[in-house]
T-cell receptor, first 114, second 115 residues
């Protein structure tokens, strides 16, 4: 089954404790992205990756890091989480096609930073 | 600056009637628009899209209309079914971003279809 998986699905942590949210896709997609969803703001892109070892900042990259060492994996790293990073996070992947921007989303990770 | 806006946070309709969800955008460079549906505890799933060279795209019960001069698009669901109850996100992009896979999302509209 074609899918994007994220782990963990729920996480409660404390300020400053480094954490990693994993993302994996089995569709051999080149593009992968991370979004955060906040009330009244919709989904905002954090980072994206066009291929292995190629990443760039989205609209809200502050406080986050990513890496793309393998095509299928795109982990999101919070080196020193703060309460304003409490949010619902989605990983997404898509094929590189001309006018197609259809992205496939993972189930989400709800992060609470206290 | 919210480039894609869904000004109605919620919408309630009766089963069998039409649901109309609206979306406005400000960036005239946007040339591709998508609608995603999201159920609780799940990620958004792609529903329907439209390119700026068209003004209408239809897929079963779902039709998206694009009015470029007004920078407005709408999603029509006819007839509405209880299973359509979800949050609907409008998203936009531009060919200039085709190497990034970037989408700009609206805030979402929660649709409730009452039996």
């Amino acid at each position: 089954e074609a899918q994007v998986t994220q782990n963990p699905r729920y996480l409660i942590t404390v300020t400053g404790k480094k954490l990693t949210v994993t993302c994996s896709q089995n569709m051999n997609h080149e593009y992968m992205s991370w979004y955060r969803q906040d009330p009244g703001l919709g989904l905002r892109q954090i980072y994206y990756s066009m291929n292995v070892e190629v990443t760039d900042k989205g609209d809200v990259p502050e406080g986050y890091k990513v890496s793309r060492k393998e095509k299928r994996n795109f982990p999101l790293i919070l080196e020193s989480p703060s309460p304003n990073q409490t949010s619902l996070y989605f990983c997404a992947s898509s094929l590189r096609t001309g006018l197609s921007y259809e992205q496939y989303f993972g189930p989400g990770t709800r992060l609470t930073v206290t | 600056d919210q480039q894609v806006k869904q000004n109605s946070p919620s919408l309630s309709v009766q089963e069998g009637r039409i649901s109309i969800l609206n979306c406005d955008y400000t960036n005239s460079m946007f040339d591709y628009f998508l609608w995603y549906k999201k159920y609780p505890a799940e990620g958004p799933t792609f529903l329907i899209s439209i390119s700026s060279i068209k003004d209408k795209n239809e897929d079963g019960r779902f039709t998206v209309f694009l009015n470029k001069s007004a920078k407005h698009l709408s999603l029509h669901i006819v007839p509405s079914q209880p299973g359509d109850s979800a949050v609907y996100f409008c998203a936009a992009s531009t060919l200039l971003w085709s190497n990034t896979g970037k989408l700009i999302f609206g805030q979402g509209t929660t649709l409730q279809v009452k039996p």
